[in-house]
C-alpha cells in the first residue's frame, strides 16, 4: 500500500505540476479566462493568475517530500483543491454551458467539460485514496520519494526550458 501512496503522490505531482506550468506560460489567458467564464473581477483574476500557478507547482513538489507532517497537510490539501476543481466542474457544466474550463492554460488546452467532470470527481476520489493511505502507511522509504522528487524536477526543468526557449525564439523573430 505504501507504494499506491507513492503512486498517487507521484500522479498528483505530474497533475499540478504540469497545470501549473502551463498556467504560468500564459497568465495573460488564464487571467481573461478567470474573468469571462468564472466572472471574477479583473483585479482578482489578475491577482489568482500570478499565484494560484504557482501554488499548484509548490503543492505539486511538497507532495513528495518525505516529511509526515507536510505530508498529511499537503495531501489534505490536495483532495481539498480536487474537490474544488469538481464542484467548479459542474458547475460549469450545468451553471453556465462552457465547453473549456482552462485547467491547464492555453498551451494545453482540454475540451468537452463532461469528460472533466468525470475526471475531476475520479481526481477526487483518487486524492482521498491517497488520503486515507498517507494516514494509513505515515511512513515510506525515502528511497522512492528522492526517485519521485528527482523526476519531478528533472520534468519541471524540462517544461522551463521549452517554454523558455518558445519566449526566446519569438522575441528573436521579432527584434529582427
Known sequence: ???????LGCYFTAVLGVAGIA????PAFFASR????YKLPQRSSLWISRIFPWGEVIVALLLLTPVNTYRMFITLTVSA???????????????YQIDDCSCYGKSLRKRGVTTNITSSIIQWLLSMILLLTTI???SVAPFYYSISLAFFI??????LWRTWQRYHYRFQTFSH
Open 1 to 7: 500500500m505504501s507504494i499506491l501512496c507513492i503512486l
Open 81 to 95: 483543491l480536487f474537490l474544488a476543481f469538481a464542484i467548479l466542474h459542474i458547475i460549469l457544466h450545468y451553471g
Open 34 to 37: 478567470l474573468s469571462s467564464r
Open 154 to 159: 528533472g520534468l519541471f526543468s524540462w517544461l
Open 23 to 26: 498556467k504560468l506560460d500564459s
Open 136 to 138: 494509513e502507511y505515515k
